[in-house]
């Protein structure tokens, strides 16, 4: 009987829906082989600002939402022979093991088991001296800025590891996100390094599913142009992975949302800076030959990807502090509301004149166009918009002085009785800002450091 691995994602951001696994685990008990649930929320501000939770709390720097995705589903999972995979341990995979025994217990379910996936974090291993002086691919400079967080892409051999201890789940800090498929592929099927053209299909077949409803036609929809069936109840995709590579992504039955040539083709162009050579740790992956054949309704196979060697480095990300984002906004309605709106940026521009504020302030009207314009007022003079109906003001600064960053959102605030007429629905805040900038590391001094751990 051909072996057949069926791989699930229940997430594809930090705060996606937490209910999506559930039709996913319940569509994986009619089906034989290995089955598996991966969860991708983690993105390069996300991990840092794990960083700094656990920078406050020693206990704290996995993910905040592990709670949300992992308590809904435990213990259908472990019922059901499905392993999590996911890199909801964020900055502190270990204490989101401890985090996931505890909701065990609470759950009454003994026999539970954690493995992590460590030697991501390179303030571990690097001096941060050291890390500060590397130069940056992309992103800002340093800078000199205090260094957040530093995590090197670590690839799907060491998750393929933590799956072979016989853990029910697996954390993972900083992977890239198809090594969340990828993965358990390896651990199945046996792939060596040098198995390039399978390597490069599962790294398609975690990059289709890593952000969860977009294949499914979530990211995909348009009404009138692209439609989608039943959005509120999307089904998150499945894949169907065999030993020679080759997959069928899926969703589950009996829930909208919609598979097909079109919902793969934008989900495999995403994030991808070059079809014929797209980076990460295992291999070089070439798409430029992939063939997808709709296989029945809301199936679609995808066959044809190539790989090559891997790069001798591997992409690390470097977060530093970005300082403070000030935003606020007033919004005006009714008639001549448009002219109330504009009235209220110039009396902003005048204060922050005359109070010698030297950030760079953004004012826009919203719903004039301004995303696409830039915000110059200029821009829109010719076009013909309504003065009637509803326009928001938005003023907005960025500075390394939270002082400064609060400054903005006072004067938007005292247009409540200082202003033109009308304003209302008043909201700001300030919020701290991180900045990152990517380098190149040799991975010798990456996987050296990587190694496993499991919890009970």
């Keep these: 009987m051909v072996k057949t691995v069926h791989i699930g994602c229940g997430a594809g951001f930090m705060g996606d829906r937490f209910d999506a ?102 303030t571990c291993s690097i001096p941060k001296d050291e890390i500060a002086a590397l130069p940056t691919m992309e992103g800002i400079g340093l800078d000199g800025r205090p260094i957040l967080a530093a995590n090197a892409y670590l690839g799907a051999r060491p998750v393929a590891e933590a799956i072979a201890t016989g853990a029910d789940v697996v954390l993972v800090g900083r992977t890239t996100d198809s090594a969340l498929a990828l993965g358990p592929l390896i651990h199945e099927f046996g792939w060596a390094q040098d198995d ?44 169907e992975c065999h030993a020679d590579g080759s997959f069928t992504i899926t969703k589950p039955a009996n829930t909208g949302g919609l598979v097909d040539r079109r919902t793969v083709t934008e989900q495999l162009l995403y994030e991808m800076h070059d079809p014929a050579a797209y980076l990460v740790p295992d291999v070089t992956l070439d798409c430029t030959a992939i063939t997808l054949t709709e296989s029945g309704p809301d199936r679609v196979e995808v066959t044809g990807a190539r790989g090559h060697a891997p790069p001798e480095t591997l992409k690390a990300t470097i977060s530093v502090d970005g300082g403070w984002l000030g935003e606020a906004f007033m919004t005006y309605s009714g008639p001549n509301a448009l002219a109330r709106t504009d009235l209220a940026g110039e009396i902003i521009r005048d204060r922050l004149t005359q109070l010698g504020t030297n950030e760079p302030v953004r004012i826009e009207t919203l719903g004039t166009g301004v995303t696409h314009d830039g915000g110059h007022t200029a821009k829109r003079a010719s076009r013909r918009l309504p003065t009637d109906g509803e326009y928001t003001l938005r003023a907005a600064t960025q500075s390394i002085d939270k002082a400064a960053a609060q400054r903005i959102a006072d004067e938007v605030m005292m247009l409540y009785c200082s202003g033109p007429a009308g304003g209302g629905g008043f909201r700001a805040s300030v919020t701290p800002q991180i900045h990152t900038a990517s380098v190149l590391i040799p991975r010798d001094r990456i996987e050296s450091q990587v190694r496993i751990e499991v919890f009970q």
């Design 196 to 239: 390039l053209d399978d390597l490069a299909q599962g790294t398609v077949a975690g990059h289709l599913l890593e952000c969860g409803g977009q294949v499914t036609g979530c990211y995909f929809a348009d009404p009138g142009f692209k439609h989608v069936p039943g959005l509120s109840r999307a089904g998150f995709p499945i894949a």
């Design 21 to 122: 696994s559930l039709p996913i685990l319940a569509d994986m008990a009619t089906r034989d082989g290995p089955k598996y649930l991966m969860f991708e929320v983690l993105a390069e501000r996300t991990l840092a600002v794990a960083h700094n939770l656990m920078r406050d709390n020693p206990a704290a720097g996995y993910s905040p939402y592990l709670d949300h995705y992992i308590r809904p589903c435990l213990a259908q999972a472990k019922a059901g022979g499905v392993t999590i995979v996911s890199n909801l341990g964020a900055a502190n995979p270990v204490g989101g093991a401890h985090r996931v025994l505890e909701i065990a217990r609470d759950l009454d379910l003994s026999g539970l088991s954690v493995a992590v996936v460590l030697g991501d974090d390179l």
